[in-house]
Structure formats: C-alpha cells, structure tokens
C-alpha cells in the first residue's frame, strides 16, 4: 500500500530553503551573478527536473534496519525521494564546461527540491521529523539493505541504486523512516 506518490511534482523550492543548501545569508539578497545563477538553476530544474516521492507503511524488514530507533508498538512509514539524475548529469556538464556557479548553484537546488518534498510529504503525512541513513549514529552503509527492502514492496517511478559505500545514486536522493500519527 502506497501512502503517497508524486511522478515528476511540480515544485517551486522557496527561497530560504534554496539558501540554507547554498550556506547562503538567509537576509541577503541574491544580487548580479549570484542572482542569475540562482534564477538559472530555478528555471533549468523546472524544465528539464524529474523528481518524484514515494512514501509507503514500513514492514518489519524495514523497522529492523532502523536501528530500534521507535517502540517496536510504533508504526512507521518510509520516504523515498529523488530529484531525479537529470540534475546531477547536468551540473557535471557545467563543472566540465568551467561554469562552477552554474554547477554549485544547480547541486544546491536539486537538494533543496529533494528537503522540500520530503518534509511536505512528512508533514502531509502527519509525522513531525524523519530520520535517514547519514544521520548521526545510523550510518550510510544502511542505505543498500534499506533500499533492497523497499524494493521488496514497490516498484520505484525512477531509478536509485546505492554504492557499496551506501551512497545513493543519483545522489540528490533520500530514504527517510518516520513514525506514522496514530489512528
């Protein structure tokens, strides 16, 4: 069963979140270059980004690898979200072509796209935090026996894989485990 699932959502990332993944001022204005890469970065990503989001009821496979981080009476939920490979492909088109604000601009909003859909959907969801491989004390190497789980029950609308290391790929992308709102 499927909770949520968005194919390719439209989203416009606000601003502040698209400043905090630049390590931005949160008062400052983006102005001259730094406000065309900005708006560049925006406009590329809305055009030629798919992402996508996937949240579904963990099953016991799942709440075993999550550390015991929850009662083992509380229900937990899954999201998976990506921004896609587009974004990530071409900002390494940018870095080869000697275009590093363009390059660091577009990584910055294709994370940020990834923050914002998984807190609207686990705000949608009722839940208010979410926990992921990476985080403190619960490591990236998670990732794989996560992400083999998950592909145990569903088919994901976009590719992700991980690296031995754990890493995901592409790597815009995130599994977030959160405790589900009682009935």
Same mark, same amino acid.
């Given at each position: 069963?499927?909770?949520?699932?968005?194919?390719?959502?439209?989203?416009?990332?606000?601003?502040?979140?698209? !400043?905090?993944?630049?390590?931005?001022?949160?008062?400052?204005?983006?102005?001259?270059?730094?406000?065309?890469?900005?708006?560049?970065?925006?406009?590329?990503?809305?055009?030629?980004? !798919?992402?996508?989001?996937?949240?579904?009821?963990?099953?016991?496979?799942?709440?075993?690898? %999550?550390?015991?981080?929850?009662?083992? %009476?509380?229900?937990?939920?899954?999201?998976?979200?990506?921004?896609?490979?587009?974004?990530?492909?071409?900002?390494?088109?940018?870095?080869?072509?000697?275009?590093?604000?363009?390059?660091?601009?577009?990584?910055?909003?294709?994370?940020?796209?990834?923050?914002?859909?998984?807190?609207? %959907?686990?705000?949608?969801?009722?839940? %208010?935090?979410?926990?992921?491989?990476?985080?403190?004390?619960?490591?990236?190497?998670?990732?794989?026996?996560?992400?083999?789980?998950?592909?145990?029950?569903?088919?994901?609308?976009?590719?992700?894989?991980?690296?031995?290391?754990?890493?995901?790929?592409? !790597? !815009?992308?995130?599994?977030?485990?959160?405790?589900?709102?009682?009935?």
């Amino acid at each position: 069963m499927v909770l949520h699932e968005e194919i390719h959502p439209s989203i416009d990332v606000d601003e502040a979140t698209f !400043k905090r993944f630049l390590r931005f001022p949160p008062t400052r204005e983006f102005e001259g270059a730094m406000a065309e890469a900005a708006q560049w970065a925006r406009e590329w990503f809305m055009a030629h980004g !798919k992402p996508w989001i996937v949240a579904l009821p963990a099953d016991e496979a799942i709440r075993a690898l %999550t550390a015991n981080r929850w009662p083992a %009476t509380t229900p937990l939920g899954v999201i998976i979200t990506s921004a896609g490979p587009e974004a990530e492909a071409h900002a390494g088109v940018c870095f080869e072509a000697d275009e590093p604000d363009r390059y660091y601009f577009l990584e910055c909003y294709a994370s940020a796209v990834v923050d914002q859909l998984l807190t609207r %959907t686990r705000n949608a969801l009722g839940a %208010t935090r979410h926990y992921s491989p990476g985080y403190p004390e619960w490591g990236i190497e998670a990732n794989p026996p996560l992400l083999a789980a998950i592909n145990g029950l569903v088919s994901l609308p976009g590719p992700l894989r991980t690296l031995d290391s754990g890493m995901l790929v592409p !790597k !815009k992308s995130q599994i977030a485990v959160f405790a589900l709102p009682p009935k």
